[in-house]
């Protein structure tokens, strides 16, 4: 038999197959027994035994250099060479060791302490010798870097002045837990800084939007009672002086300035207080209805859907003091509590909300300012616009609604308003967020009223 034949019996059956006619009846069932037996043992043997014994095919030469050389491995003995694939595989595999556990504690506070170092360097400017903190807070679904622009321009135009603190506590989804919450996280966030920097003496808010609701919180928790403060309290009816400044101390710091932009101090329940509804009677009571199933615990705070063990609504119960906080007091206690309003083009937050006015109080809607310095700003007033004989006059119909108890608490304390309009603005549909400048350049225009808060601003 031919060695062809013996290496492949495809093979054997073509020539079996051609030479079958020359061969004897015996020959040829001696040869078709041979054959079977071969093909019997070519399936018994192992597949990569016959591969490297019977087959004809081609393979790549062997490597004439050990691959392991060029990562500084010595050539085995024997002419072994190392399979590189089987090399990275085993190198993978390995199990890495894990430090000690002192070590990883060391590493874990290292990274700590260098990530809060980081975040306090992009969330903190400032003099280092700067005694009045300014603590700035931003909206629903926002962040630090809201006020970023804010900030720079409090620490360039007040040289050695102010140190801007700008919360980053509440964000994002986080805006969703409810002003109560918020407020705490808020608070907790100020003595922490103020405890860090042992030189601060004054303290000031700037907030925008819902930010004001939770400084209001913020602040009532902060609060500190002072003697000084005492003989306001003494007397039923408090005069203008005496509800400038109140005497106390929120953190064990001075308050200064309390101010509030785009604001819904009076939520934003009733009747065009969310403007995007178009004060459609139906979309305001399906928006206060369904309000939490999008912005949480938020949601039942701003429509004054939340009653909590039979208790006021939470904006109610702040406009007074009360278990929860000395929300009252604490606003009291500001030299200065100014309201910045956008008169119209505002979509999320009303003007009446957001400047703390009854709808007949609301100024002539004016669209161009007066003053070229602060071309958005309208109007600017020092003083609540109504004396008592008009607050008598308000429709008994309205006298106890929960909106005229809001307006009333709040009104026990005076109230810079400044009204704002970005009628001739190029993005004038986007002022809830230009009067804050929440993003630089597209709510540039805003800037004018950041120079109006920073001019107007005690030190």
Same mark, same amino acid.
């Given at each position: 038999?031919?060695?062809?034949? +013996?290496? @492949?019996?495809?093979?054997?059956?073509?020539?079996?197959?051609?030479?079958?006619?020359?061969?004897?009846?015996?020959?040829?069932?001696?040869?078709?027994?041979?054959?079977?037996?071969?093909?019997?043992?070519?399936?018994?043997?192992? !597949?990569?035994?016959?591969?490297?014994?019977?087959?004809?095919?081609?393979?790549?030469? /062997?490597? !004439?250099?050990?691959?392991?050389?060029?990562?500084?491995?010595?050539?085995?003995?024997?002419?072994?060479? #190392?399979?590189?694939?089987?090399?990275? $595989?085993?190198?993978?595999? $390995?199990?890495?060791?894990?430090?000690?556990?002192?070590?990883?504690?060391?590493?874990?506070?290292?990274?700590?302490?260098?990530?809060?170092?980081?975040?306090?360097?992009?969330?903190?400017?400032?003099?280092?010798?700067? &005694?009045?903190?300014?603590?700035?807070?931003?909206?629903?679904?926002?962040?630090?870097?809201?006020?970023?622009?804010?900030?720079?321009?409090?620490?360039?135009?007040?040289?050695?002045?102010?140190?801007?603190?700008?919360?980053? @506590?509440?964000?994002?989804?986080?805006?969703?837990?409810?002003? &109560?919450?918020?407020?705490?996280?808020?608070?907790?966030?100020? +003595?922490?800084?103020?405890?860090?920097?042992?030189?601060?003496?004054? %303290?000031?808010?700037? /907030?925008?939007?819902?930010?004001?609701?939770?400084?209001?919180?913020?602040?009532?928790? #902060?609060?500190?009672?002072?003697? /000084?403060?005492?003989? @306001?309290?003494?007397?039923?009816?408090?005069?203008?002086?005496?509800?400038?400044?109140?005497?106390?101390?929120?953190?064990?710091?001075?308050?200064?300035?309390?101010?509030?932009?785009?604001?819904?101090?009076?939520?934003? $329940?009733?009747?065009?207080?969310?403007?995007?509804?178009?004060?459609?009677?139906?979309?305001? $009571?399906?928006?206060?209805?369904?309000?939490?199933?999008?912005?949480? +615990?938020?949601?039942?705070?701003?429509?004054?859907?939340?009653?909590?063990?039979?208790?006021?609504?939470?904006?109610?119960?702040?406009?007074?003091?009360?278990?929860?906080?000395?929300?009252?007091?604490?606003?009291?206690?500001?030299?200065?509590?100014?309201?910045?309003?956008? %008169?119209?083009? &505002?979509? %999320?937050?009303?003007?009446?909300?957001?400047?703390?006015?009854?709808?007949?109080?609301?100024?002539?809607?004016?669209?161009?300012?007066?003053?070229?310095?602060?071309?958005?700003?309208?109007?600017?007033?020092?003083?609540?616009?109504?004396?008592?004989?008009?607050?008598?006059?308000?429709?008994?119909?309205?006298?106890?609604?929960?909106?005229?108890?809001?307006?009333?608490?709040? +009104?026990?304390?005076?109230?810079?308003?400044?009204?704002?309009?970005?009628?001739?603005?190029?993005?004038?549909?986007?002022?809830?967020?230009?009067?804050?400048?929440?993003?630089?350049?597209?709510?540039?225009?805003?800037?004018?009223?950041?120079?109006?808060? %920073?001019?107007?601003?005690?030190?």
């Amino acid at each position: 038999m031919p060695a062809s034949s +013996r290496l @492949c019996p495809s093979a054997t059956c073509s020539l079996a197959a051609s030479t079958q006619t020359h061969l004897s009846p015996h020959r040829r069932r001696r040869r078709r027994s041979r054959l079977v037996s071969a093909m019997a043992q070519s399936r018994s043997a192992s !597949p990569g035994s016959s591969r490297r014994s019977r087959s004809t095919r081609w393979s790549p030469p /062997a490597l !004439p250099f050990d691959l392991g050389m060029l990562f500084g491995r010595k050539q085995k003995p024997g002419g072994e060479r #190392l399979d590189l694939g089987n090399w990275v $595989r085993r190198v993978l595999s $390995r199990p890495l060791q894990p430090p000690p556990a002192a070590e990883r504690e060391v590493e874990v506070e290292a990274e700590d302490e260098g990530r809060d170092a980081g975040n306090r360097e992009e969330v903190e400017v400032g003099s280092e010798e700067a &005694d009045h903190l300014v603590v700035m807070v931003n909206g629903l679904s926002g962040s630090s870097s809201d006020w970023k622009f804010g900030a720079e321009q409090f620490v360039k135009r007040l040289p050695g002045k102010v140190y801007v603190h700008r919360s980053e @506590c509440n964000h994002s989804t986080l805006t969703f837990d409810g002003v &109560d919450l918020m407020g705490e996280r808020l608070a907790e966030e100020v +003595r922490q800084v103020v405890q860090r920097r042992r030189n601060l003496r004054k %303290i000031s808010f700037v /907030a925008h939007s819902l930010g004001g609701l939770i400084s209001r919180y913020a602040i009532g928790k #902060l609060y500190e009672y002072s003697v /000084a403060e005492e003989s @306001c309290f003494n007397t039923d009816k408090h005069s203008d002086e005496e509800n400038v400044y109140g005497g106390g101390k929120l953190a064990g710091l001075e308050p200064m300035n309390f101010i509030a932009s785009a604001t819904p101090h009076l939520g934003s $329940r009733w009747n065009k207080q969310l403007p995007f509804l178009f004060g459609v009677p139906l979309l305001e $009571r399906t928006a206060a209805e369904t309000a939490h199933f999008i912005v949480g +615990r938020t949601g039942k705070h701003l429509f004054l859907s939340d009653r909590d063990d039979e208790k006021p609504p939470l904006l109610v119960r702040m406009v007074e003091d009360c278990d929860d906080g000395k929300f009252m007091s604490a606003l009291r206690s500001f030299k200065r509590r100014v309201a910045y309003a956008n %008169i119209t083009y &505002d979509h %999320i937050v009303g003007w009446r909300t957001s400047s703390i006015r009854r709808q007949h109080e609301l100024p002539e809607l004016q669209l161009t300012a007066k003053d070229e310095k602060y071309p958005h700003v309208i109007h600017v007033s020092t003083a609540n616009p109504e004396c008592p004989q008009e607050e008598d006059s308000v429709d008994a119909s309205l006298a106890d609604s929960l909106e005229e108890i809001m307006i009333r608490g709040l +009104r026990q304390v005076t109230w810079e308003r400044v009204d704002v309009c970005f009628h001739e603005s190029r993005l004038k549909y986007n002022a809830h967020y230009n009067i804050q400048v929440r993003t630089h350049p597209t709510n540039l225009e805003g800037e004018d009223v950041i120079y109006h808060m %920073i001019d107007n601003f005690l030190v």
